[in-house]
Nanobody
């Protein structure tokens, strides 16, 4: 079973930047998908960004402010978040699918414990 560990969350002010990291315990196969989801208080978990063998995908809500990337040698995925606003406040989760996946939580097989991102206004 793959272990995923997120880090990099914290408290920032509106307009600031933050980079989240997700470290996987083992190597993944080429046609897997890794993604970021987030869940704010009182809201359902929502898709943020995904990185698969076919490319990258972003939710409309991030408005081009976020960039997903990975370092295959380190088995680590990143989410660079710029121009943060209070609406970005949520627990951010790293997820892994063993197949080609998209934006639904049900498509992902493994999840990290989450890291809190709080953006003050």
């Amino acid at each position: 079973q793959v272990q995923l560990v997120e880090s990099g969350g914290g408290l920032v002010q509106a307009g600031d930047s933050l980079r989240l990291s997700c470290a996987a315990s083992e190597r993944t196969f080429t046609r897997t998908t890794m993604a970021w989801f987030r869940q704010a208080p009182g809201k359902e978990r929502e898709f943020v960004a995904a990185l698969g063998w076919r490319g990258t995908y972003y939710a409309d809500s991030v408005g081009g402010r976020f960039t997903i990337s990975r370092d295959n040698a380190k088995n680590t995925m990143y989410l660079q978040m710029n121009s943060l606003n209070p609406e970005d406040t949520a627990i951010y989760y790293c997820a892994l699918s063993l197949r080609t996946a998209n934006t639904s939580t049900r498509e992902y097989d493994y999840w990290g414990q989450g890291t809190q991102v709080t953006v003050s206004s």
